[in-house]
């Protein structure tokens, strides 16, 4: 009776410290997610336990603004020293990095970093305005809502500002890939961004932007788009008339009048 009475405590101990380091590996891997220092909230989640998973779940987001206030940093390899992201010559030892290596670095951070990262990467990629940074902007559209490691609302964040970068970099060259990503037959915000990024590369997006009317997910945003390129997208439309399904046809004829009434 006296042993059992005796090892209370000792159970006691042992499922207390347990619940700490729980307590403390959830709390930073939630503050991580929401753009929050992990150490710090590791440390709340171990000494106040419950309270501090409390607190960790009860943070906002940190706007993109904020995630967004600081440079993307990388290590240099000869130095190990951090400096900008878009840098291509370490300020402290003077190494050189090629583009491709400064882009793939990025394009690492942004398909596997947290939220800050990814946005964080996404500014840099947009800072440097080069166009070979596109596939990675693109790629990070087409997987965030389906990215386990985001939540719905984070991965809002990132569709956006890649939708944002994307415009900014204007390549024609991208619009097979974003056509994909309309075929692929999946619903959700990445269908939606791609669209407008569509409409914002002009005349040679309309066949792409023709072909999203098939989806009514996107078919409001597609007709709005055709509509705003006026009479270079006539050609285009006139040709479907002869040669697309019915329903595609009837949205069709309303975006032609449209345009002709102007």
Same mark, same amino acid.
């Given at each position: 009776?006296?042993?059992?009475?005796?090892?209370?405590?000792?159970?006691?101990?042992? !499922?207390?410290?347990?619940? @700490?380091?729980?307590?403390?590996?959830?709390?930073?891997?939630?503050?991580?997610?929401?753009?929050?220092?992990?150490?710090?909230?590791?440390?709340?989640?171990?000494?106040?336990?419950?309270?501090?998973?409390?607190?960790?779940?009860?943070?906002?987001?940190?706007?993109?603004?904020?995630?967004?206030?600081?440079?993307?940093?990388?290590?240099?390899?000869?130095?190990?020293?951090?400096?900008?992201?878009?840098?291509?010559?370490?300020?402290?030892?003077?190494?050189?990095?090629?583009? *491709?290596? !400064?882009?793939?670095?990025?394009?690492?951070?942004?398909?596997?970093?947290?939220?800050?990262?990814? #946005?964080?990467?996404?500014?840099?990629?947009?800072?440097?305005?080069?166009?070979?940074?596109?596939?990675?902007?693109?790629?990070?559209?087409?997987?965030?809502?389906?990215?386990?490691? #985001?939540?719905?609302?984070?991965?809002?964040?990132?569709?956006? *500002?890649?939708?944002? @970068?994307?415009?900014?970099?204007?390549?024609?060259?991208?619009?097979?890939?974003?056509?994909?990503?309309?075929?692929?037959?999946?619903?959700?915000?990445?269908?939606?961004?791609?669209?407008?990024?569509?409409?914002?590369?002009?005349?040679? !997006?309309?066949?792409?932007?023709?072909?999203? #009317?098939?989806?009514?997910?996107?078919?409001?945003?597609?007709?709005?788009?055709?509509?705003?390129?006026?009479?270079?997208?006539?050609?285009?439309?006139?040709?479907?008339?002869?040669?697309?399904?019915?329903?595609?046809?009837?949205?069709?004829?309303?975006?032609?009048? !449209?345009?002709?009434?102007?």
């Amino acid at each position: 009776m006296f042993d059992t009475v005796d090892s209370l405590p000792v159970v006691f101990w042992v !499922a207390l410290v347990l619940q @700490a380091i729980v307590c403390a590996i959830l709390s930073g891997d939630l503050a991580d997610k929401k753009g929050y220092s992990s150490g710090s909230w590791y440390a709340a989640g171990l000494f106040f336990g419950v309270l501090g998973l409390i607190a960790a779940a009860g943070l906002p987001t940190k706007s993109a603004l904020h995630q967004t206030g600081s440079a993307m940093l990388k290590k240099c390899p000869d130095c190990a020293e951090d400096i900008r992201g878009e840098a291509f010559v370490c300020k402290y030892c003077g190494h050189k990095f090629t583009k *491709e290596e !400064a882009i793939a670095a990025l394009g690492w951070a942004l398909s596997k970093g947290g939220l800050g990262e990814r #946005l964080q990467a996404i500014r840099t990629l947009t800072v440097m305005g080069d166009k070979s940074a596109a596939p990675h902007l693109i790629r990070a559209l087409a997987e965030a809502d389906s990215d386990p490691s #985001l939540s719905l609302d984070e991965s809002q964040w990132v569709d956006n *500002e890649a939708c944002n @970068a994307l415009k900014k970099l204007g390549d024609a060259t991208m619009i097979p890939d974003l056509e994909s990503i309309l075929k692929r037959g999946e619903r959700g915000m990445r269908w939606q961004k791609s669209v407008e990024v569509l409409a914002g590369l002009g005349e040679p !997006a309309i066949p792409a932007l023709i072909g999203a #009317l098939k989806h009514e997910a996107v078919r409001t945003s597609a007709a709005s788009a055709l509509e705003g390129m006026g009479d270079p997208a006539i050609p285009h439309l006139k040709k479907v008339l002869e040669e697309g399904d019915r329903a595609v046809r009837r949205i069709v004829e309303r975006i032609l009048k !449209a345009i002709e009434n102007r």
